[in-house]
């Protein structure tokens, strides 16, 4: 069993380590249920098999001590020294789980829990672009609710339980479409049946342009840049938006996507019409972010959860807090 244990561990090592180091597309979801089957395994086999047998040697050890101690007291000797202690110790040591146990069966608990945590209330996520700014910023670290739309298997992502419609205006994670393995964040612009149009920088949904209040410019730090800020009513929720200037209205080098003949493309910019079971996503940083405009609709299979949180910003501790 050590040898199937190490093994098992060094393929555990060698999967994430590749994914570290860039070889390969990793899935985490499906790396921590691996780990909740293999330690569960080693838990079961732990408590119905293992420990019983340790239970059982420690046992034989005391009465083999109870015998011999009956036949010594039968020869007069009544009393040994340091006999009992030693004899607890090598009970002890009997009892105590192996390395190749403590690493699997022993983790089982902890690894279950963030596993149910994960895959059925709340995910963590880090924010590694700008294309949310100025709702989000690079480096900060949000919770995702995952039962929010509707609770959904792990690694498979099917849905089980209706939930709660995305609505416009949300913050949403999802699977990238072009690419699955890597999760996005955009805001939902356009909910199924919707006709989105932004045009010249101005964003029309169903023919009714939205609100769109100038603010002071926003200044970025990290790039010593100064932005267009604005304030949009999208749905029934305000959220702030940046546009620059000097970019152009009309998008460049839009990719090949189902539903494509949806959308109208222009200098002016772009409309589309959302098909059922999609949505058309944004970021809130308008001209620095490659979203629905470039690559196309979100299904519903691909939604992962929707933000409400930032839980950490180790950069900037007033961060903290939720958001719109």
């Not at 199937?4 to 070889?23: D, E, H, K, P, R």
Request: with cysteine; charged share 20%; proline share 5%.
């Amino acid at each position: 069993m050590q040898f199937i244990t190490s093994l098992i561990l060094a393929c555990f090592v060698a999967y994430a380590g590749s994914w570290y180091l860039g070889m390969h597309d990793g899935n985490f979801a499906l790396l921590l249920f691996m780990a909740v089957v293999v330690t569960g395994c080693y838990w079961l086999a732990e408590r119905f098999y293992f420990l019983p047998q340790r239970e059982k040697a420690a046992q034989a050890l005391q009465d083999a001590s109870t015998a011999r101690m009956e036949e010594l007291t039968k020869m007069g000797i009544s009393r040994v020294d340091g006999d009992l202690a030693n004899i607890q110790a090598a009970q002890e040591k009997i009892r105590a789980q192996p390395w190749w146990l403590d690493w699997t069966a022993g983790l089982f608990p902890v690894i279950l829990v963030v596993f149910l945590l994960r895959s059925f209330l709340f995910e963590p996520f880090k924010i590694p672009s700008g294309s949310m700014i100025p709702t989000l910023m690079i480096g900060d670290l949000i919770l995702v609710n995952k039962f929010h739309y509707g609770v959904r298997l792990p690694v498979i992502n099917k849905k089980i339980t209706e939930g709660t419609a995305p609505a416009r205006g949300d913050v949403m994670v999802f699977r990238y479409p072009p690419r699955p393995s890597q999760d996005y964040i955009k805001r939902v612009v356009g909910i199924p049946g919707d006709e989105v149009a932004y045009l010249n920088k101005k964003l029309t949904i169903n023919g009714k342009p939205l609100s769109k209040t100038s603010l002071p410019d926003f200044f970025d730090d990290d790039t010593l840049h100064y932005s267009k800020q604005f304030e949009e009513l999208l749905g029934d929720k305000t959220h702030r938006l940046l546009n620059e200037e000097t970019q152009p209205a009309f998008v460049s080098g839009a990719s090949d996507f189902e539903f494509k003949q949806n959308c109208n493309y222009s200098i002016e910019g772009v409309v589309c019409k959302v098909p059922a079971g999609h949505y058309f996503m944004m970021g809130d940083n308008r001209d620095n972010s490659l979203d629905s405009r470039y690559w196309g609709f979100v299904p519903d299979k691909n939604i992962v959860g929707k933000a409400f949180y930032v839980w950490m910003n180790f950069g900037n501790l007033k961060r903290i807090g939720s958001f719109n």
